[in-house]
Every structure is written in C-alpha cells, then in structure tokens.
T-cell receptor, first 114, second 110 residues
Framework: DTEVTQTPKHLVMGMTNKKSLKCEQH?????MYWYKQKAKKPPELMFV???????INESVPSRFSPECPNSSLLNLHLHALQPEDSALYLC?????????????FGPGTRLTVL | GENVEQHPSTLSVQEGDSAVIKCTYS??????FPWYKQELGKGPQLIID?????GEKKDQRIAVTLNKTAKHFSLHITETQPEDSAVYFC?????????FGAGTRLTVKP
C-alpha cells in the first residue's frame, strides 16, 4: 500500500481566516513533504520533515506553518494568506531522505484564497 | 541549487507509436531521478525511477536511461495507448530535496 491521504480535498478561505491542511500515511515512512503546485506548473518543494524534525524550509513565508505531530501525520497551518497562494497543495512521503527516497504523493488539497 | 530542464513541453503521438521525453540536470550531486505521471485533478504518480549507479531501467512499456557524465536522463514509452495521455514530470533529487522539470503534456491520439 503506497497511499498518502490528504484532507480536505477542496478549501476556500478568506485572507483573514486560519485553516489547516492535513496529510496522513501509514507506510512507516519517516520523511514527509509539502509541495505547492500552481496551474500548468511543476510541484515546488516547501518543507521537508525527516524523523519528525524540519530539515528543509525553502524560504516559505511565515503565513505557512508546518507541523509534524508524529511520524504518520503532517499538517500545514495557514494564516493571513494572499490570493496568489491559491494552488494545489501536495503532501508526499518517503521511507527516508537518503537512500530509499522514493516519494509517494497524495491527491492534494485544492486551495482558493478569496 | 539544482535546475532541471525538460523537453518537449508538449508531445502528440499516434496510438502505438513511441514517445521520448528528455531532461537535463545541473547538480552532479543529484543521485535519484524519478518520473511522475499526473492526470487532471490528481497528485503525481510515480511510474519509474533510476538511481545514479544505474544506466538503464525498464518496466514493461516504460524505460528510463541515465547519462551521468552528460547529466541527462530520458523516459521512453513504447506502444503508447490513449490512457498514457497525461502530464509527465522528470525530477532530480539529493537527500530528499527534489526538483521537478517543467513537465511534458503527452497526448496519444487513437
């Protein structure tokens, strides 16, 4: 089973709202990732967690706040977003970040900021 | 940082023909090269990958080749079918830091 689940599938929020995206995997993977994908563009790496510790932050604005409560869960907290943050947010996981690095993606959360 | 270039951006083939997509990367430290297929409204799905100690890998109708010296790798799909129509992304990765090419929209005409 190589399933990564993400909730919600769709999210519409105003610029003053606070919301969270959730990601879950039960493959025993110890690395989890957040990507942002704009229409007709490739995914762009935002954050990498390795063994529940943030290991890569690609200079993402502080209005995006990641959290890894345990090895199976990854959250992305959203606050004071801008309309240009509207995109597909993808979560992925891999066994680790070195060696067995095959990343498996979830279906994404389609975010619209009004 | 790593920069991945992918060509062509669009590719249209007749059913049964072969399709080839090419990528180049800039960072010689990259050691893992996956290919993903993304259908409309879905997340990327891994179709094949190759590591830097291997030159070629094949899985049924799909093959990938890697030339480390030239820093390029290619995806080959033989006997294409309409269900192969999708956007294909190549990627290069170092320690989980994965960078994608711009994508190729493949259309297989029946």
């Amino acid at each position: 089973d190589t399933e990564v689940t993400q909730t919600p599938k769709h999210l519409v929020m105003g610029m003053t709202n606070k919301k969270s995206l959730k990601c879950e995997q039960h493959m025993g993977h110890r690395a989890m990732y957040w990507y942002k994908q704009k229409a007709k563009k490739p995914p762009e790496l935002m954050f990498v967690y390795s063994y529940e510790k943030l290991s890569i932050n690609e200079s993402v604005p502080s209005r995006f706040s990641p959290e890894c409560p345990n090895s199976s869960l990854l959250n992305l907290h959203l606050h004071a977003l801008q309309p240009e943050d509207s995109a597909l947010y993808l979560c992925a996981s891999s066994q680790e970040t070195s060696g067995r690095t095959t990343q498996y993606f979830g279906p994404g959360t389609r975010l619209t900021v009004l | 940082g790593e920069n991945v270039e992918q060509h062509p951006s669009t590719l249209s083939v007749q059913e049964g023909d072969s399709a080839v997509i090419k990528c180049t990367y800039s960072d010689s430290a990259s050691n893992y090269f996956p290919w993903y297929k993304q259908e409309l409204g879905k997340g990327p799905q891994l179709i094949i990958d190759i590591r830097s100690n291997v030159g070629e890998k094949k899985d049924q109708r799909i093959a990938v080749t890697l030339n480390k010296t030239a820093k390029h790798f290619s995806l080959h799909i033989t006997e294409t079918q309409p269900e192969d129509s999708a956007v294909y992304f190549c990627a290069a990765s170092i320690l989980g830091d994965m960078r994608f090419g711009a994508g190729t929209r493949l259309t297989v005409k029946p």
